[in-house]
Nanobody, 120 residues
Framework: QVQLVESGGGLVQAGGSLRLSCAASGRTFSSYAMAWFRQAPGKERESVAAISRSGGSTGYADSVKGRFTISRDNSKNTLYLQMNSLKPEDTAVYYC?????????????WGQGTQVTVSS
């Protein structure tokens, strides 16, 4: 129903910034609530930020509040994660995910992920 492809990851020094993008296929992008997750080796996947279908509501993990901003452009079928003041503990593979609020409470569509590495 929707295919997701992340981009924008890379290597950055602590204190730097990156913007991740998630390109979604299909005509139903605006029907999905979206989120960013991340997972470091040996650790559980954790939710980073989420955004409602219209973009009017957002939520963030405490660890990234004030530093990360999630946004979406439904006209471009694209989800973004602006990451500022990056810390080494932000190093992880970042995934975008989609869910249909009218059907499931769980995210059912996932991208392949993009690596973010923050050096000290």
């Amino acid at each position: 129903q929707v295919q997701l492809v992340e981009s924008g990851g890379g290597l950055v020094q602590a204190g730097g910034s990156l913007r991740l993008s998630c390109a979604a296929s299909g005509r139903t992008f605006s029907s999905y609530a979206m989120a960013w997750f991340r997972q470091a080796p040996g650790k559980e996947r954790e939710s980073v930020a989420a955004i409602s279908r219209s973009g009017g509501s957002t939520g963030y993990a405490d660890s990234v509040k004030g530093r990360f901003t999630i946004s979406r452009d439904n006209s471009k079928n694209t989800l973004y994660l602006q990451m500022n003041s990056l810390k080494p503990e932000d190093t992880a593979v970042y995934y975008c995910a989609a869910r249909d609020p009218n059907w499931r409470n769980e995210y059912e569509y996932w991208g392949q992920g993009t690596q973010v590495t923050v050096s000290s």
